[in-house]
């Protein structure tokens, strides 16, 4: 079951949505990648219940490129060992960035304002995967009743909607990087604001789609679509389109 | 950590800062000269620049220690290597889980599993203050877990465009003794150094009261954070960085955990013009920052520091 589209702008200085095959040295993408855009969507409403899908993503700015460079770090932080819990003073515990250090360029899009079409399916909590073992549960009254039958995907549209409007967000949206964060307005009627999208249509190869969680979701795999501009828009909506995994 | 303790709002914020006669940031790709937005001449500051300040900020001032230890570290700061008081969390990791749910054995000895690495987690985030604050990329479990932290900053930007200046320099004494011998004993050689005559620089910030909860991020660490965006620069002297300082701290503190308004509207609020048009800025004085009270909505309160 699916409601009504939603359509969110977005604008940020800076965006880098980074290409996997170039991620040491980061490239981005000419354009928005769904998988980033239904990352702007979970940062405003995400629940088990609901599963974001986008359909459109409209570039309204010219594509602009720049080029950073900057000192990162190449670690990640180990586990802490036991004894390091239990409080021994032992090896110490952190990364000192002058041994660890790894200088990389990006080259980022800059200016960058995009439309964003999305609607979301609605979980049934019967559906829902929990990580719950049945030890989580004080009885199996608990455990049934928790599938509430109430739920309902207007509910989490309300939600959404009401939070949208308000420019609240569970934390702040971003495009592709934290640091690029981003603005994000809900367009309330598609037929007053037209959007007037950059006057381009061009083939882009294959893009990212987004990562298949449902087959993996420790390691998922990849999926891939041809993504073309046509006059500005990017079709994405995957009843349309063709993804390969 | 009791749940009150926790931040429970959401917070946006505006750093001012400025810069005389110093790089505030290098760019490794340009030989070190101040990094530029080649289009328009504006000044560039990283988010990691400005966190890294932050971390050195608090590890100086918090001693390294717990809970306020600062993973990511620069040797400069460093003093003292073996970090005291770590949280005791009674894990034996030779023995068997304690909670069953975890696996009736020790897959392999010495390694956590199922709930452990949850708990390894929140002992990192416990009692690091920048994996608390910042998050950090974690390799516990097989996946390599990743810790969000609730803040988020932005490149800073220059409110006009910059000129880097190019210096010459003479050092009266030369490294090695062929060096010497090529000069015939005079002993002098030349750098270079690039300073900003003056840029005032703004940055964004963002505070995210949910993903504090998941990582214990507390309204004393969020003091401590505002602490050390006013003070980072105090203690962030050298030869290449001139004079710098925070000129001012807008926090906006929304009344609920998710926010009341949309974040670029107050933003704008903020208005940063240049007094004299005609004349480049020397000085902050130069400046005026009006802050327009009406479009701050209900539900918003704005802290000036």
Redesign the interface.
Known sequence: MNLHNWCLEVCG??ACFTRPEMKVERVSYDVMTPSAARAIFESILWKPAIRWNVTRIEVMNPI?W????????GK???????K????V?VA???????DERQ?R?GLFL?DVRYRIHAYFDFVPPSEHKTNH?S?FWADEQEQTEIVRFDETAAKYAAMFER?AK???????P?LGC????C???LIDDLTVEVARPIDETRDLGYMLYDMDFDRNA??PPALFFRAQIENGVMNTDRRQIEVRG | MTNEKLVQRRYDFVVLFDVKDGNPNGDPDAGNLPRIDAETGHGLVTDVCLKRKVRNYIGLKMDEKAPHGIFVKEKAVLNNTIEKAYVNLDINLKEPPVDPTDGKKRNKEGQGQGKEIDRAKTFMCQNFYDIRTFGAVLSTGANAGQVRGPVQLTFARSVDPIVSLEHSITRMAVTTEQEAEKQGGDNRTMGRKFTVPYGLYRSHGFVSAPLAQQTGFTEDDLELLWDALINMFEHDRSAARGLMGTRKLFIFEHSSKMGNASVQKLFDAIEITLNDKSRPARDFRDYSVTVDADQIPHGVTLIER
């Open positions: 200085d800076y602009k720049i080029s950073v460079r900057r000192n990162e770090v990640t932080v180990p586990a802490p060992t036991a390091q819990m239990a409080g003073a110490p515990m952190g990364i000192f960035i002058e200088q360029a800059r073992s030890e939070r308000k420019g609240q967000c569970f934390h702040r971003y934290r640091e690029f964060s603005d994000f307005r420790d390691d």
